[in-house]
């Protein structure tokens, strides 16, 4: 899609901290992390939010994704949280789970 700046960093067109790349997925480090971790989950598929999703697996396998991305951190709590909508605190329209904790 164009102008959706995490199209752009799935693309590679924009630079990000890359953690994983799988078929379905990329996580990158979030640009103004609010927590010492704080990693975004995103659909390579441009899905506008939770709203427009139409496929469980992929968000089961985002979840099982920010799962992994915690264990291999040694998070041993952490929060995972999806905005939705401008109303929920969404800014970027392009679907992505935040995986956030640390010390
Ligand atoms: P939302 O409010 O849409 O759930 O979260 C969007 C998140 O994306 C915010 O936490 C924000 O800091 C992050 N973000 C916005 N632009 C960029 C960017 O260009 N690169 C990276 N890595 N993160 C971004
Ligand atoms: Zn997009």
Do not use: W
């Not at 995103?42 to 992994?68: D, Q, R, W």
């Amino acid at each position: 899609m164009d102008n959706c700046i995490f199209c752009k960093i799935v693309n590679k067109e924009i630079p990000a901290d890359f953690v994983l790349e799988s078929e379905e997925l990329v996580a990158f480090d979030d640009i103004h992390p609010k927590t010492p971790i704080h990693i975004l989950v995103v659909t390579k598929a441009h899905v506008a939010s939770i709203k427009e999703l139409e496929n469980p697996e992929l968000a089961g396998e985002m979840v099982m994704a920010a799962k992994g991305i915690a264990h291999e951190k040694n998070l041993d709590g952490y929060k995972l949280l999806f905005n939705v909508g401008r109303e929920g605190g969404q800014e970027i329209d392009h679907l992505h789970l935040h995986l956030m904790g640390g010390k």
